[in-house]
């Protein structure tokens, strides 16, 4: 019997994986609150243009991992982590693949306007973002099958996605953006990290070469480390740009990537990594909110 509306719609919101949305929604709202802080300049128009450009492209992203996986058999039945979408037969791999394109003709909408305010920059960002969907997972150098799923993130949905966001809003790229960008880039890189560790085994006998399987258990729960606390370590540098607020207030985030730590040091993979996941979404908020009142108030 063929799934009704609702069910399609529930599915759909499955393969979307709305948890994931705070790596892309973070780096454009803490991009505006820098902006405002250099300048006491904020566009409104702009900042949802670059929010919707930025979920929307995400979207496309989790549709295309989704039908992608499920294309190389990456997605068996040992998976620990949530059913998929297409791997489960909820969704065609048609549908998904669909709904990614959609998704991106959604972000394009939204990145038009980006360009006619701030011109070819726009593109040079944009073309690759939109490439990289799908490149993530797919095409000739899948990225998350090479162990470079880290690097991606700290440059795209950190570096990128927040000096992209100033630029937007001031026309300029202020240093202390991509100190912000790398912060939030290894905050975000924690949840790739810790998915991966989650999934190692399985990925490792599907030929995913993610950087948990190249380097083995022990070494990527370090990489989990590092990422937290090399996070926590850059905090410092804001007294370099003479805010030394955002250091006291961002430094507080602290206590619950230790947290995370411990868990993910102590706990062979299994499904209790979710929770983690979980925690570190949260750390990228709470970040996220001590940034904010530090520059606000």
């Known amino acids: 019997m063929a799934p009704t509306m609702n069910e399609t719609l529930k599915s759909c919101i499955l393969a979307a994986r709305p948890k994931t949305l705070p790596a892309a929604i973070v780096p454009v709202w803490l991009g505006c609150v820098l902006a405002w802080k250099i300048s006491g300049r904020f566009d409104l128009w ?38 998929r979408a297409t791997a489960s037969g909820m969704l ?23 360009i006619e305010e701030r011109g070819w920059v726009m593109l040079a960002i944009g ?21 470079l799923g880290e690097l991606f993130v700290i440059l795209f949905f950190g570096v990128i996605a927040v000096m992209g966001t100033i630029f937007v809003q001031l026309g300029s790229w202020p240093m ?14 924690v949840l790739i990290s810790i998915n991966n ?24 729960k370090r990489v989990v480390a590092v990422e937290i606390f090399g996070a926590f370590a850059l905090s410092i540098a804001w007294v370099y740009f003479q805010l030394p607020e955002l250091w006291l207030a961002t430094a507080f985030f602290i206590p619950l990537g230790v947290k995370i730590w411990i868990g993910v040091r102590d ?16 750390q990228l908020i709470l970040f996220a909110i001590l940034f904010t009142v530090a520059c606000v108030l």
């Open 197 to 220: 560790l989650r999934d190692r085994e399985e990925d490792a006998g599907n030929a995913k070469r993610t950087l948990a399987v190249k380097l083995g258990e022990r070494w990527g």
């Open 46 to 83: 702009l900042a949802i243009c670059t929010l919707m450009g930025a979920i929307w492209i995400q979207i496309a992203t989790n549709f295309f991992n989704d039908a992608i996986d499920n294309d190389k058999g990456a997605d068996t039945e040992k998976r620990l982590g949530p059913v």
């Open 267 to 282: 706990e062979p993979a299994s499904q209790r990594y979710n929770q983690f996941l979980a925690m570190g979404g949260a």
């Open 127 to 147: 073309i690759p973002s939109l490439y990289l969907c799908y490149g993530y997972t797919g095409g000739p150098i899948p990225l998350a099958y090479r162990g």
């Open 92 to 114: 065609s791999r048609g549908q998904v693949y669909g709904a990614a394109t959609l998704c991106l003709c959604i972000a394009a909408f939204f990145g038009w306007f980006l």
């Open 176 to 189: 202390e953006g991509i100190l912000l960008g790398l912060q939030l880039g290894l905050l975000s890189s």
